[in-house]
């Protein structure tokens, strides 16, 4: 497959990026579209060119650590597919494919198409968690009985992998999708039920401290989650909220 | 108030206000259609214009909560944008026009009101509070004859600020149950709801407004 590549390119933070253009060829349909764009970077490399900083991990689809726009949909045109479990085989020889960072006020670019999703660190840290008694008295998790349709939704909601893209889709840069995934994990657990109030309260602070927009029911967050993040969340993490604040 | 979820609650709970508001105002101007020359109509408008509960009690609630709709959503607009400092080169989106643009057509519902309050209301108000005129409890109908009888531009502009305004209720009565957590955007019988009602809504008020240009 021959290909021409609209890559941002931005050295830092500070300085003003803009869209460069390459062609690559040879590259076969089963490879990964991370794997294109390593061999991308080979070529530039060997050019004596900055290779293009992209963020990356697991390769597995599950560590949330690569991003990417990829022509207009985060993620890429695959539906609940991530960048890294993408294949150039959704893209045909001669295609034109555009690359951006995630955009957000929140998701500031690092480099390239490296974008600081920390914000989504400092919510987490503000209550997307569990306190447990470790002084060796702990009790198993699977000791406490949960039914089996509040363990589902649970799982469901954990599926999340805080990648950002809900954000990047989001035309307010809204992260209530996130935010609502984390809340509700716990919402349906009876280990949740502890700091149920201050958690809700505490991460959705966060979210707005951090300057994300309001959610406006656009629906899509939950159409590029590569995780298929149900808008149900969004309407759980209202309900608590508010109870939260109410009763 | 400095929650994202409040705020957007309370833009909510407004536009329900406003909701029903909306269908009191069609099935009351709904009347105007009964061939009795105008009584039912006159009727009611002249109830509704002197009775001391509705004007010195509803009427100021329902102003409040139009201004505090349209504050409220600039408010939420100006900090939506500020989220997103830069756009994308290429974006592709699956979210609906209406969802996306829900400020353009509540500055075109604002713009209409405009237009609304100067043909009906600022005159309703000068007569009966500035001008201390007896009441006519019959003028209500000949006014709305006389407003709509052949007047092509004001009847057009009439008809597509009801369609946007029916766009406008579509997205916002489906968003709306979800900020207040009741169930999600997409529900189906929300959405069901929501069609129903924005086209009930929005081809009654252009029914009416179409028949009182052509009958005079």
């Known amino acids: 497959m021959d290909l021409l590549l609209k890559i941002w390119r931005q050295k830092n933070k500070t300085e003003k990026g803009g869209v460069q253009n390459y062609r690559i060829k040879n590259i076969e349909p089963d490879m990964s579209f991370l794997e294109m764009l390593d061999v991308l970077n080979q070529q530039l490399i060997n050019e004596g060119d900055d290779p293009i900083a992209f963020d990356h991990d697991c390769r597995e689809g599950i560590c949330g650590s690569c991003s990417l726009v990829i022509n207009g949909a985060p993620h890429g045109p695959d539906k609940g597919t991530t960048t890294c479990q993408l294949h150039m085989r959704k893209f045909k020889s001669g295609d034109t494919i555009y690359i951006e960072p995630f955009r957000s006020s929140s998701f500031p670019v690092i480099k390239d198409l490296v974008v600081d999703r920390s914000a989504f660190d400092r919510i987490q840290q503000a209550g997307g968690y569990v306190s447990i008694n470790t002084s060796g008295n702990t009790v198993d998790a699977n000791a406490t009985p949960i039914p089996k349709p509040d363990a589902d939704e649970a799982f469901k909601s954990a599926a999340c992998i805080g990648c950002g893209a809900c954000v990047a889709a989001c035309k307010n840069s809204s992260a209530m ?25 505490n991460m959705v602070d966060q979210m707005d401290k951090e300057g994300f927009g309001s959610c406006t029911n656009t629906g899509a967050c939950e159409a590029h989650c590569p995780k298929d993040i149900s808008l149900d969340n969004i309407v759980r993490l209202n309900q608590e909220y508010l109870k939260s604040k109410i009763l | 108030m ?38 039912t109509f006159n009727a009611i408008s002249h109830f509704m214009g002197y009775n001391p509960i509705v004007q010195f009690i509803l009427q100021p609630i329902l102003i409040f909560g139009v201004c505090f709709h349209f504050i409220m959503g600039f408010i939420l607009e100006y900090q939506n944008r500020k989220a997103r400092n830069k756009k994308y080169i290429y974006h592709k989106t699956n979210s609906s026009w209406i969802s996306k643009n829900m400020i353009i057509t509540g500055l075109v519902i604002l713009a209409f009101l405009a237009l609304h309050f100067y043909d009906f209301w600022i005159p309703e108000m000068e007569y009966k509070y500035i001008n201390y005129e007896v009441s006519d409890p019959t003028k209500y109908f000949h006014e709305l004859k006389e407003k709509f009888y052949g007047a092509t531009y004001r009847t057009a502009i009439y008809c597509i600020s009801f369609i946007l305004l029916g766009m406008h209720l579509n997205h916002g009565l489906s968003s709306s149950f979800q900020s207040i957590g009741v169930t999600k955007s997409r529900d189906k019988l929300l959405r069901a709801v929501a069609y129903i009602y924005s086209f009930g809504i929005s081809l009654g008020f252009i029914a009416i407004a179409i028949f009182h240009y052509f009958t005079h």
């Open chain 2, 2 to 39: 400095q929650s994202s979820i409040v705020k957007k609650v309370l833009m909510a709970l407004s536009g329900i206000f406003l909701m029903f508001f909306l269908l009191q105002h069609l099935t009351i101007n709904l009347t105007s259609l009964i061939p009795d020359d105008g009584k």
């Open chain 1, 177 to 201: 999708l996130f935010v609502g995934a984390k809340v509700s994990q716990y919402a349906h657990l009876p280990q949740g039920k502890v700091e149920r109030n201050e958690r809700v309260i």
